[in-house]
Every structure is written in structure tokens, then in C-alpha cells.
């Protein structure tokens, strides 16, 4: 049995609404939204000709870039940071241009590859919650703008639709549950939904290899069938970074996926490409003293080939050419002919080179040992013509095959979102962190774990036992495959001297470090983290009598096992117990949002 592209269904809610994609990208952005009509099929379509970059009508990305003037009042976000007199206003009015901020979101287990990300301070009184809200407020903004233009008494429709509008966020593969919850407060924030239940229950969120993924499949990328375990690569060329992730297909009917391996994520994206050739540029003109080494000339050079010259380089034996005066501009020893800079093949090999070696070795690590990988080259950097042959070549002794969309893959991530949101998901995953609890073990004499740490020894005076401070149990491995259905079971006890309704709570502990088995804190101490703090109300009933003799006060215990459901995308979780009589009951917390969110660069809790 093999899978074709599959037909889109008509939309099984019953109501109109509206649903808004937002791919929040680390350079560029871009969204997408569909009507959902019910029994009609939803068609998905992509937000170009932003607010400040009409002249760019087709684009479907904007920059990821904000202006705050000295009050942190937004000045300029996205496309209209294009406007020609906003440079000049900036300077003289000292506003503060906010970029590469998504970087700040890293979760501390990553690997390093984000580590020489330029870092643009916030403004002054402006917590990363806000900047990030702000961004998403606009990328909202355009949506809902291109919807009125577009569609038949848009005016009216959104006044219909405006409290009802589904939001659906890509987010970074490797990502945790905290950084989803961060995007969630930040939308609340940026006024995309109220601060209610309801609100906060219109945000999803998809990652953005699995976006692309939908994108591909959906759009007849892949030019023959999928067979039962494939293993398919989704290479995400983008202006910032190169990142790759992997999943083997499990069934066709309905077609479904488990992920391979934990995505890697390479900070070689195009704009590296375009700062390659302005140091060359720089060393050839500026340094070396030519009549057209001055600044303004370098920055029209530079534009030209990041808008153009970069885009069509193809072959290595032919020389390229940067346009950037007129025919009257000559300077032969320099290679200026013609208004013209002449960079030979070889030199624009060499600015690609670090950004094709990435995606290279990245996608090696995702090659499948048994059989054939298919993949897929998505995103805007995804469009370079010698990326993708020199991806070909490098590979062709591997038992792969590489597709690429004859469209634009830039808005792969937002429109493929709606298309996870409207088909289907990802049905198994990979654990991006190590999850568990701090526990006590009961102290034994002839446990070498427990003796070495003697002086961790306590003696509880309600049970009369014994007990090992800093223990750590984990049940959820990094690395480790998660299911969507899958829970997890965690138990727990508490011991009271009063027979009332009591509050019981169970600390969620996330490990970030590269021990595979971990038993004690003291084992590397610094790589623990608080992830939640899940608390509980236990009536009477909960409450079980503990055997009395030799002691002259009752004690009463209530037992209850937390279960964390990790295979989705957001975490869930509620409590079970059992009365005396045996009598099951569920509690479900009232939200999960008590935790402690570290950021890189040790940003303040306050200042999230």
C-alpha cells in the first residue's frame, strides 16, 4: 500500500471561523489564513503586499525586525521598517531597533548553534513577553487586513468573526513545553486572545518541521508514493538558520509519522551568505583603497547581491556579476567593469560553502540505515539553485532522494501549519528534555549510593523511617520516543496530622544535561530546573488512616499519582486519587503556567 496526496476534506466544525497561521520566524515571518465554512473545503492563503512593503506585492515574508522609540512605544514593526524616511527618523529621535530576539527563547539543552546569534538589547521598561507580543499583534494585524481585502464583505465578516479567530503558532523543533507556554502569554499579550480560558484555548501550535512536512505533502512536493517505513527529511533552509528534522511513516490510512531523531538546528541560514560577500567586498574595495570603496557604494553592493546575485548563482566555472552603477564606472584592477563588481565562481562557492556543509552534515545524522530517505528542501534559502545541487551532489552516494517545491518555499511554514491544523499531526515524537521528580529514597545501609551520602541522611519523625535527600526519578528520557496518546504516571504521597481537606503539590523537574541516567542531583547539579509546580485540593475523603500503634497522635495520608500527558504539543495533566471506599476521582489543575522560565543570556524572571 503506498500514499498519494490526499484531497482536503470540508470543514467539520459547526460554525464560520476564521484560522491564522503565524510562522514567527528568527529573520523573517510570514502568516496565513483560511475561512472555515462548514462543509466547505477551507482554501489556505498567504498574506503578501504587507503594510510598508507593497512594493514587494508577491513577498510573503517580512522582517522579524521592531522600532521602539526612548518610551518603548512601537514606532515601526515588519514591512514598514522599508519606509525610506524611518533610517534618517530613527537616528535623530535614538530609537531602538529590536531584532534576532526569538533567539532569546533557546531552551538551555540545545546545542550551542545559536550561541553567536547577534543579541539587540531590549528597550529600556520592555519585558521579552511584550516585544514578542507586540510582533505577533502585527503579523495578527496584516492577516486580518489582507482578509478584508480579499474576501466579500471582509469588513463585516471580521466584526463576526474577530472574537473567534484560531490561532495556530509554528515553533522551534526542540522547543519545550515552556517555550510554547511563553508564545501563548505573549500572544494574551498582544491581544490576539482575551486572558481567559476560552482565549487561551483559541492558541495551538504545530512545529515547524511538521509544518513543513504538511506543506510539502500538501502541495504535491514529492514526486512518487510513500511507503510504510520511509523515512522522510525536511532540510529548513531559512535566512537565519539551517535546521533539519526527520520522521519515519507508520501508516498510510490515515497517514501518520513518528519522529526519528531530535531535530539540529545550524546557524548558517542566507544572510551568513550575504555577510561572506560583504567582507570580501570590504577587503577588495574599501581596504585596498579603490575609488569605489566608500560605504554607501559597499551597501548598494551588498543589496544587489542579497536581492539578486545570490538568488541566481548556479555554476561554479562562471562568473557573476553585482550591478551597482552605471556603464561609465570602470576600475579594471578591482574587477569593476561597466558598473559592475565581476566575482568569480569560485568566490561565491566559497560564501556558500559554510551554509551548504551544514545542511549536509545536519541532514546525515537524520539518514535512515535500512532504507531509503526522501527529502525534502523547504524555506526561502531553500530557492538557491547551487544549495540545492550542491546538496545533490554531496548526497548521491547515499540512498536518498531530494525534492523541492517549484513554488515558493518561504511560506511553507505558515501555510503548512493550517494544513497540519485542518489534516492531520504528527503521531509520535521525541522527547526534547528529561522529565521527573526530586525524590527521597528510603535510607539502606547496604545501598553505596545512600552510604556515600550520609550526611543527606533525615529522619522523618511522622513515619519514623529514614530518608536520602536528593534523589532524582526520572520518566521522561531526552531522546526518548512520546506518543500522542501516551500518559505518564507520576506517584506521590502526603502525610498530615490533621484530619481536613488538604493541599497537596508535586514538583515537575526538568534535567538539561547530557547524563542519559541520572539517579542524584548532586550528579550535575546545575543542569536541574523547575518546570511546574502542580498543586492540588484533597477533600476528607481523600484521606487514609496510617496504622496508629506506639505513636500518641493520628496520622493521616492521602496518596495520588500526577499524569502528564507529553506527546502533544501543549502539556496536560490532572490528578487521580482514591477515597477509602476505593472510589476514583480526578482533580484537574486550574492551569499549568506556575513555572520558572529560564531564558539565555540570564535574563531576569522579572524580565519575561
Given at each position: ?17 476564521l ?17 472555515l465554512?462548514p ?10 503586499g504587507?503594510e ?15 522600532y ?6 512601537v514606532?515601526?514593526v ?23 530576539f ?23 521598561g ?7 507580543g507586540?510582533?505577533?499583534r502585527?503579523?495578527?494585524r496584516s492577516a ?18 474577530k ?15 515552556f ?25 495551538h ?5 511538521e ?8 502541495h ?15 532540510i ?29 538546528t ?6 551568513f551568505?550575504?555577510?561572506?560577500f ?6 577588495k ?8 570603496g ?20 548556479r ?24 558598473g ?34 526522501t ?42 501549519a ?45 513515619v ?58 548532586d ?21 487514609v488512616?496510617?496504622?496508629?500503634n ?9 496518596t ?13 495533566c ?34 519575561v
Amino acid at each position: 500500500m503506498t500514499y498519494r496526496k490526499p484531497e482536503r476534506q470540508p470543514y467539520r466544525g459547526t460554525e464560520l471561523t476564521l484560522a491564522i497561521a503565524i510562522d514567527f520566524g528568527i529573520t523573517f515571518s510570514g502568516t496565513s489564513w483560511a475561512l472555515l465554512e462548514p462543509e466547505q473545503i477551507p482554501n489556505i492563503i498567504d498574506v503578501s503586499g504587507y503594510e510598508g512593503q507593497e512594493f514587494q506585492a508577491s513577498s510573503t515574508k517580512v522582517p522579524t525586525v521592531i522600532y521602539y522609540d526612548a518610551q518603548g512605544v512601537v514606532k515601526a514593526v515588519g514591512g514598514e521598517i522599508y519606509d525610506p524616511e524611518l533610517t534618517t527618523k530613527a537616528e535623530e529621535e535614538r530609537w531602538t531597533r529590536v531584532e534576532w530576539f526569538k533567539t532569546l527563547l533557546k531552551p538551555r539543552n540545545q546545542d550551542g548553534s545559536l550561541a553567536s546569534a547577534p543579541i539587540m538589547p531590549l528597550p529600556q521598561g520592555k519585558a521579552l513577553k511584550d516585544v514578542v507580543g507586540d510582533f505577533l499583534r502585527y503579523m495578527s494585524r496584516s492577516a486580518l487586513v489582507h482578509f478584508q481585502q480579499k474576501v466579500v464583505g471582509g469588513n463585516s465578516l471580521i466584526e463576526q468573526l474577530k472574537n473567534k479567530v484560531i490561532y495556530v503558532l509554528s515553533y522551534e523543533n526542540g522547543w519545550d513545553t515552556f517555550q510554547r507556554d511563553f508564545m501563548r502569554q505573549a500572544a494574551v499579550s498582544g491581544g490576539l486572545v482575551p486572558d481567559t480560558d476560552e482565549g487561551r484555548s483559541r492558541i495551538h501550535f504545530v512545529s515547524e518541521a511538521e509544518a513543513s512536512l504538511r506543506w510539502c505533502l500538501a502541495h504535491g512536493v514529492l514526486k512518487r508514493t510513500l511507503v510504510v517505513g520511509e523515512r522522510v527529511a525536511v532540510i529548513d533552509a531559512g535566512a537565519g538558520t539551517i535546521t533539519t528534522s526527520s520522521y519515519d511513516v507508520i501508516g498510510l490510512s490515515p497517514l501518520s509519522f513518528r519522529e526519528s531523531r531530535a531535530s539540529n538546528t545550524r546557524l548558517a541560514g542566507s544572510v551568513f551568505v550575504t555577510e561572506a560577500f560583504k567582507t570580501f567586498v570590504r577587503e577588495k574595495l574599501e581596504l585596498a583603497s579603490s575609488i569605489y570603496g566608500d560605504p554607501e557604494t559597499i551597501a548598494r553592493l551588498v543589496k544587489e547581491f542579497d536581492k539578486t546575485t545570490k538568488c541566481v548563482f548556479r555554476r561554479k566555472d562562471r562568473r557573476s556579476a553585482v550591478t551597482f552603477g552605471s556603464p561609465r564606472d570602470n576600475e579594471p584592477e578591482f574587477d569593476i567593469e561597466s558598473g559592475q563588481l565581476i566575482v568569480q565562481g569560485s568566490d561565491m562557492a566559497d560564501f556558500f560553502e559554510p551554509s551548504c556543509a551544514a545542511a549536509v552534515e545536519s541532514v546525515k545524522l537524520h539518514l535512515s540505515p535500512n532504507s531509503r530517505t526522501t527529502i525534502f528542501l523547504v524555506g526561502g534559502f531553500a530557492a538557491s539553485p547551487w544549495l540545492y545541487s550542491e546538496i545533490n551532489r554531496r548526497l548521491k552516494d547515499f540512498n536518498v532522494d531530494v525534492f523541492r517545491a517549484d513554488t515558493m518555499t518561504a511560506k511553507s511554514v505558515a501555510n503548512g501549519a493550517l494544513c497540519y491544523y485542518l489534516d492531520c499531526r504528527i503521531a509520535i515524537t521525541v522527547a526534547p528534555t528529561t522529565y521527573g521528580v526530586y525524590v527521597d529514597p528510603v535510607y539502606s545501609n547496604g545501598n553505596p549510593d545512600h552510604v556515600k551520602r550520609k550526611d543527606f541522611v533525615y529522619k522523618n519523625p511522622m513515619v519514623g523511617q529514614r530518608y536520602v535527600s536528593g534523589g532524582f526519578q526520572s520518566y521522561i528520557k531526552q531522546g526518548s520516543i512520546v506518543q500522542e496518546s501516551q500518559t505518564t504516571r507520576i506517584p506521590s504521597e502526603k502525610y498530615v496530622t490533621t484530619k481536613a481537606k488538604t493541599e497537596a503539590q508535586l514538583e515537575l523537574i526538568c534535567y538539561l544535561g547530557q547524563k542519559l541516567d541520572i539517579s542524584w542531583v548532586d550528579e550535575d547539579p546545575l543542569h536541574f530546573q523547575h518546570a511546574y509546580t502542580i498543586k492540588a485540593e484533597f477533600p476528607v475523603e481523600a484521606l487514609v488512616p496510617v496504622d496508629t500503634n506506639a505513636r500518641k497522635n493520628a496520622i493521616w495520608k492521602v496518596t495520588y499519582d500526577a499524569v502528564f500527558s507529553f506527546g502533544t504539543t501543549e502539556l496536560e495533566c490532572y490528578v487521580e486519587w482514591k477515597d477509602r471506599k476505593g472510589g476514583a476521582h480526578r482533580y484537574v489543575p486550574e492551569n499549568l503556567n506556575d513555572y520558572v522560565f529560564i531564558l539565555l543570556f540570564d535574563l531576569t524572571e522579572e524580565s519575561v
